[in-house]
T-cell receptor
Framework: GAVVSQHPSRVICKSGTSVKIECRSL??????MFWYRQFPKKSLMLMAT?????????EQGVEKDKFLINHASLTLSTLTVTSAHPEDSSFYIC?????????????FGDGTRLSIL | GESVGLHLPTLSVQEGDNSIINCAYS??????FIWYKQESGKGPQFIID?????DKRQGQRVTVLLNKTVKHLSLQIAATQPGDSAVYFC???????????FGTGTSLTVIP
């Protein structure tokens, strides 16, 4: 089946550090990937749509300069949390849509738990 | 993301009973809906989907009902098992774009 891998699964770092999270589609090509943020016991909040070969589309209220997204290939999107602060601590989840696939073909990674000290 | 900020409702059921999980969506332009199951520390897993031209869809042990008039979805799980304990989210997709927006979610606990 379709597998999406996120790396790292957990990050703990000091305030001011920039953190890069990778999202890879392992056995399919993904023109579009999505990045979500989830606070404890809360829902997933869509942050941005990552488009291969073009700029990401950010949801209202999400800072582009804070959350840099790069989708350089059909199997990899990266989210960089720049100059992270404690309020950026959260669970970040990506999903990937198979190129040419149906709307239902959105496969999720297992998330990255980011803790900023 | 209209439901972000609300706390997670909880539902406890006895093993073997049926569970009904509800979701209210906000956008009347949404035409496709998915129910996801999320276990602790993992990403969401697809359970079942339904398009707006249907009002009911059945899968294995699960049924989704859609009421467009009141913008309401429900997920019914038959003969609930301990392995069904998780958080369940509905997600809506608008006619334009591939983005999905998640509802508040419900935490289901199955009591053996």
């Amino acid at each position: 089946g379709a597998v999406v891998s996120q790396h790292p699964s957990r990050v703990i770092c000091k305030s001011g550090t920039s953190v890069k999270i990778e999202c890879r589609s392992l056995d399919f090509q993904a023109t579009t990937m999505f990045w979500y943020r989830q606070f404890p016991k809360k829902s997933l909040m869509l942050m941005a749509t990552s488009n291969e070969g073009s700029k990401a589309t950010y949801e209202q209220g999400v800072e582009k300069d804070k959350f840099l997204i790069n989708h350089a290939s059909l199997t990899l999107s990266t989210l960089t949390v720049t100059s992270a602060h404690p309020e950026d601590s959260s669970f970040y989840i990506c999903s990937a849509t198979r190129t040419g696939g149906l709307q239902s073909s959105q496969h999720f990674g297992d998330g990255t738990r980011l803790s900023i000290l | 993301g209209e439901s972000v900020g609300l706390h997670l409702p909880t539902l406890s059921v006895q093993e073997g009973d049926n569970s009904i999980i509800n979701c209210a969506y906000s956008n009347s332009a949404s035409d496709y809906f998915i129910w996801y199951k999320q276990e602790s520390g993992k990403g969401p897993q697809f359970i079942i989907d339904i398009r707006s031209n249907m009002d009911k869809r059945q899968g294995q042990r699960v049924t989704v009902l859609l009421n467009k008039t009141v913008k309401h979805l429900s997920l019914q799980i038959a003969a609930t098992q301990p392995g069904d304990s998780a958080v369940y989210f509905c997600a809506e997709n608008l006619r334009t774009g591939n983005q999905f927006y998640f509802g508040t979610g419900t935490s289901l606990t199955v009591i053996p």
